[in-house]
């Protein structure tokens, strides 16, 4: 914002650049997020999604002023102009002494979220209004830092963002967890995952990425579930393994390390201590083969049997004893897809791995190295029951110009709940759709 205000020198101007027009008069636009009145001074916060700034105003003001703060309710919209003044003790280090207040519009009502304790059923009713709360606005603000620089990271090495579809004629998983749909007349489906389409993208422009919603028809309540969410996925060709490893760890740990460095006035208002972030990126991420987490969780009292995949109290288990994001390598073929390459030494494997956050968050990435060869895939459907027809089209990419390639997928919500500390995948998206929840 640059603009003039209405007044004569008056540049209408972002809280978040306050610190630079000291000693200048501004104009700032936005909502009123509390007053106070102390003697013959009031005092006007005034949030405009970039910051949060004081207002002082006393009977001396601009005309009117003293009046207008004092009858302002939470929520008021309002367009205010002061003098800018240095102030250690306030937020951002400024406030602004205020000559004008104008309300832009006043609600009749009281704002129905009040500063006080309020159930989480409440809260996402009213998830419309919930947003503008002190602590939603700095989340919503890092998850947009980190998609940022997700996509800078793969801008930085030549990567080319591409789409996928949303409506399919078949799951990517082959599973039944999936949202069905008539579509003029044939079965439709909304996308699980984008990677079938990215490893045929992939082969006409060697390294794709891609950061879409995705849909899982799981009827699954918990913190670490959502049945729309956003998903980052990567192809590579001519990337294997070992290379798709280190590439999911280059991206965490530049996420990581831009969120701390980028967000840490987001990130202190959360409570979130970036030190904690950047101790866990910093040495390279530890791996651990299936077979030894199942004995590790067993140890720690969990109950688990080879052959399950990994759940909350297993993920739990491995978050606490590494204290960093740990690779889950080489899973039985049994509980991952059809379309992963088997472990050359260990055909009963998958070359595959999942990263597990730390802080009990979860897994927050699935990726492996995929099958290359037109048999090796056409065997690996057979064997997991899966009808051919409906992958011909997949079939084929391993028919013309066939290399080794990998990719992953990295789910965002899972990944900006961990940055920021927070409990729930319900805020670190603006609208959660999850099993009881589909508006507003």
């Avoid at 309020?118 to 830092?145: E, N, T």
């Avoid at 080489?330 to 990263?355: E, Q, S, T, V």
């Amino acid at each position: 914002m640059s603009d003039r205000g209405p007044e004569a020198g008056a540049a209408a101007v972002y809280i978040e650049q306050l610190a630079h027009y000291v000693g200048e008069r501004v104009t700032i636009r936005g909502w009123v997020a509390g007053t106070r009145s102390s003697g013959k001074v009031r005092f006007l916060i005034v949030r405009d999604g970039t910051g949060l700034v004081q207002g002082v105003v006393t009977a001396d003001s601009g005309p009117g002023a003293f009046e207008a703060v004092g009858s302002l309710p939470i929520e008021a919209a309002v367009e205010v102009e002061g003098l800018v003044r240095a102030d250690d003790r306030a937020p951002g280090g400024v406030e602004l002494s205020l000559g004008r207040v104008l309300p832009v519009h006043v609600p009749e009502e009281e704002y129905p979220i009040a500063p006080k304790e309020h159930g989480v059923g409440f809260l996402m009713q009213h998830r419309h209004l919930w947003l503008r709360g002190r602590k939603q606005v700095p989340v919503l603000r890092v998850r947009d830092g980190a998609l940022w620089a997700m996509r800078r990271f793969f801008k930085e090495r030549r990567f080319v963002a591409t789409e996928a579809p949303i409506l399919v004629s078949t799951s990517v998983e082959g599973t039944t967890t999936l949202f069905s749909i008539d579509y003029f007349g044939q079965p439709a489906y909304l996308s699980q995952s984008g990677q079938l389409y990215l490893e045929a993208t992939c082969a006409a422009l060697g390294k794709v990425y891609w950061i879409g919603p995705v849909f899982r028809a799981e009827k699954s309540k918990t913190r670490r579930h959502l049945t729309e969410f956003w998903m980052l996925e990567a192809e590579v060709a001519f990337l294997e393994h070992e290379g798709n490893l280190q590439l999911q760890e280059d991206l965490v740990r530049y996420v990581a390390q831009y969120v701390a460095e980028e967000h840490g006035d987001d990130l202190e208002v959360l409570e979130r201590d970036p030190n904690v972030l950047l101790a866990a990126v910093k040495e390279p991420f530890p791996r651990i083969a299936y077979a030894d987490a199942v004995e590790l969780v067993r140890c720690a009292g969990v109950d688990m049997e080879h052959g399950e995949d990994l759940g909350a109290p297993a993920e739990d288990v491995l978050s606490r004893h590494f204290g960093r994001p740990v690779f889950v390598e080489r899973f039985p073929i049994g509980i991952k897809p059809f379309y992963m390459k088997r472990c050359a030494d260990a055909p009963a494997c998958a070359l595959c791995a999942d990263l597990i956050a730390p802080e009990g968050y979860g897994e927050i990435i699935g990726g492996s190295q995929r099958v290359d060869t037109q048999a090796e895939l056409e065997a690996q459907l057979a064997e997991a029951g899966v009808p051919q027809d409906p992958y011909a089209w997949y079939v084929d990419l391993r028919r013309w110009g066939s290399v080794p390639h990998a990719g992953f997928g990295l789910g965002v919500e899972r990944t900006v709940a961990w940055l920021c500390g927070i409990p729930h995948l319900r805020e670190a998206i603006p609208f959660p759709r999850m099993l009881d929840r589909l508006a507003p």
